[in-house]
């Protein structure tokens, strides 16, 4: 997800209104690249930080939330002097079709890169409907009459 001549910031998420936070710390909005192909819909979100134990991926209904924690790591008899990095936790929570096959979404992360791919439906797919040429001699023997 890289940008050429722009700056990119973390966005800080805002608080949820299902629920207030329990841990103490910020709470950024993931970057995400959204992908739309004839067979899936993939995200790609920048969770720097985060692995496969520290994200948890739910779908309630409609609403699917990525939620990812980092925590701070500084060596033993080391102090940080200065960060300007913000380390938090990721929350991004979306609101899912119903074009989605919801028991086929799957997941994988890589260097603090979610890939999340949701596979469309059987009937949110698309179709082509093939075409079939008919005969001049079909139009011919059509009985139009004049008025």
Known sequence: MAETGRELH???????????????????SPQVDIIERQEDIVVIADMPGVDEKS??????KNVLTISGKVDAVIPKAHRL???EYGIGDYQRVFTLSEEIDRDKIHATVKNGVLKLVMPRAETAKTKKIP?????????????????
């Open 131 to 147: 075409i079939q040429a008919e005969g001049l001699g079909g139009l011919m023997n059509l009985d139009v009459k004049s008025a």
């Open 81 to 83: 002097q200065l960060s």
């Open 55 to 60: 994200i948890d991926i739910t779908l309630e």
């Open 10 to 28: 973390k966005k800080e998420a805002e608080t949820p209104e299902t629920g207030e936070r329990t841990r103490a710390t910020r709470i950024y």
